[in-house]
């Protein structure tokens, strides 16, 4: 008895540290984020003691800042439903035909999702500023941000979306074929209402990636397509951090991080893990 | 398994264009931009130089350090959160009140956008506004991560390690509760202790999920660049110049375009070739552990 309360005790401390050791830099931004940039440079006060407004107003009413979020949206947004759209085939494809060098094709899906993201950055550059085809220019563009997600996510995406439809089981099109049912047909009537909730899951994960992601964006983007991640990074590389503003615009950036992970918990690491694990 | 191989393909065609056109044609370019000089600033144009652009990257010090200060980190970051993660997941994996919150707490920094995790750690470290410096001041320690190099190192491998432990610890929390119960009751009535029953019976049914959570972790922390750049840019110095922000800067600054280009190749060439060997070994550990 005695045994199992110290354990516990130890439990619990762990869980305390824990809990602060993860909460501690999202709360102090958060306090940075309501702090007059003058009371910031006193002593630190660990508690929240007025809220200023202007720290989240003025970069997104009066500066650009509302505009990088609506970029944000859009590409996040077209991002996730392109993906889906070719990945749901090909992962059909993949479980249910035959299809010769299938091994060859999942390990160059799973290179190309680790592949650093700084080396496609000058053959995209050249192709997105129109140096290797005339007359193609993506720079700056919704299309090409859409477009360039597709690096990492449509593997990640077929990758996700095969080990789910490994698990319906093939009688289910075998049935349906036997009536008659054209490969479209089971696709759309039997693997994506079966699949429905998998779909929903790869998508938020998608989404949320494409938000999160700041290389390409800050490389490929300039007035008209930045997202708010460069949003964010404007603030560190200027002369002088607006520390009040740096604060609010990257808790607004977390926003949706935060949001999803009330949906999809329980989804995130066995996303993450490639549906390697699984809760 | 059913239907023609051609049809199959037609399933995968759309992908594979648009994979084409972002992935592998980038890939041949970036393989035969590599073979030329290129700079957008010379007047020279481009000029084939072969393979002498991969000649100068070997003996070139700058690329070189980046090369090892990206592995250093790589190692220290995966084994301070491999360890610290293992550890962690069988204090947790007993049950207790509020596990749910704890869980929910743990996810999230796994949603947030690495840039925002940057500018976060910039808040409480930079001196003069950050509490860590405040704090650590009043014990005697001047720290300050745009002067100390050895400070910057390990506030970015301590910043990684906020980050991405959670994720440790819930993957091996996952696996420690799907294994199968009946070996450690053995082990329990056999009369083994708790450390006994970690190194003979759950380490070695672990051992799957370990493997392929070094491999993620592995190819997560080589690749690194948002946080690391927001937090530090690289500095100070060079001392957190990773190999990723090694060559964007390169690029960016110098326009170094074939010079890049054999860099990105032999970046891509080694991620191909720790892919290979971390996704065979995975295989190779599974099929001995669920063969036993």
């Known amino acids: 008895m005695q045994n199992r309360r110290a354990k516990l005790i130890f439990i619990y401390i762990a869980f305390i540290g824990m809990a602060v050791a993860v909460l501690f830099p999202l709360y102090w931004t958060l306090l940075v984020s309501t702090t007059t940039k003058i009371a910031l440079f006193e002593k630190p006060i660990p508690y929240i003691t007025g809220f200023v407004v202007e720290n989240y107003s003025r970069p997104f009413l009066t500066d650009l800042y509302g505009g990088y979020l609506l970029n944000s949206l859009i590409i996040a947004s077209g991002n996730a439903a392109l993906v889906l759209a070719l990945a749901i085939p090909a992962a059909y494809a993949l479980c249910r035909f035959k299809i010769r060098g299938r091994e060859h094709i999942f390990f160059w899906l799973i290179t190309n999702r680790m592949a650093p993201p700084a080396s496609f950055i000058i053959p995209l550059y050249m192709i997105f500023s129109g140096s290797v085809f005339r007359g193609i220019r993506l720079m700056d563009t919704h299309l090409g941000m859409i477009l360039v997600y597709c690096i990492f996510n449509l593997p990640f995406a077929i990758w996700l979306l095969k080990g789910m439809i490994d698990a319906i089981p093939v009688e289910l099109d075998e049935a349906a074929v036997v009536d008659g049912c054209s490969y479209l047909g089971i696709l759309w009537k039997i693997i994506i209402p079966v699949a429905k909730p998998s779909i929903a899951v790869t998508a938020v994960l998608i989404w949320l990636f494409s938000w999160n992601e700041m290389l390409f964006a800050s490389v490929l983007t300039g007035t008209r397509a930045n997202t708010i991640t460069c949003g964010v990074l404007k603030f560190v590389t200027v002369v002088g951090i607006d520390w009040g503003e740096m604060a609010a615009v990257s808790i607004v950036c977390l926003i949706p991080a935060a949001i999803l992970v009330g949906v999809a918990q329980k989804h995130i690491v066995a996303g993450l893990s490639f549906g390697a694990v699984k809760e | ?292």
């Open chain 2, 1 to 292: 398994m059913h239907g023609t191989e051609l049809k199959g393909w037609g399933f995968l065609s759309p992908t594979l264009v648009v994979l084409g056109f972002v992935g592998i044609f980038p890939f041949v370019y970036v393989l035969y931009l590599s073979l030329f000089y290129y700079n957008i600033f010379s007047l020279r144009g481009m000029v084939y130089v072969g393979i002498n652009n991969f000649r100068k990257l070997m003996n070139d010090p700058k690329f070189m350090s980046a090369l090892s200060k990206g592995l250093l980190f790589v190692m220290v970051t995966c084994g301070v959160e491999i360890t610290l993660g293992l550890a962690i997941a069988l204090l947790l994996s007993k049950k207790f009140v509020g596990r749910g919150v704890l869980r929910t707490i743990m996810t999230l920094p796994l949603a947030m956008a690495p840039v925002a995790i940057g500018s976060m750690w910039i808040v409480i470290t930079r001196p003069a506004v950050g509490p860590v410096s405040y704090w650590l001041g009043k014990l005697g320690i001047s720290y300050d991560i745009s002067e100390s190099a050895l400070q910057a190192f390990f506030t970015t491998v301590i910043m990684d390690v906020w980050h991405w432990t959670p994720f440790v610890i819930l993957a091996f929390l996952a696996g420690l509760t799907s294994l199968p119960r009946e070996p450690m009751e053995a082990a329990r009535v056999d009369g083994a202790g708790p450390w006994q029953t970690f190194r003979h019976v759950i380490f070695p049914l672990m051992r799957p999920i370990l493997v392929t959570i070094v491999f993620i972790r592995i190819m997560d922390t080589f690749r690194i660049y948002d946080e690391v750049w927001a937090l530090t840019s690289g500095g100070p110095g060079t001392a957190t110049k990773y190999v990723s922000i090694h060559l964007v800067r390169m690029v960016l600054a110098r326009q170094e375009y074939g010079y890049g280009a054999s860099m990105s190749v032999f970046l891509l060439y080694l991620t191909i070739v720790m892919c290979w060997v971390l996704l065979n070994l995975i295989t190779r550990v599974k099929r001995e552990v669920y063969a036993e």
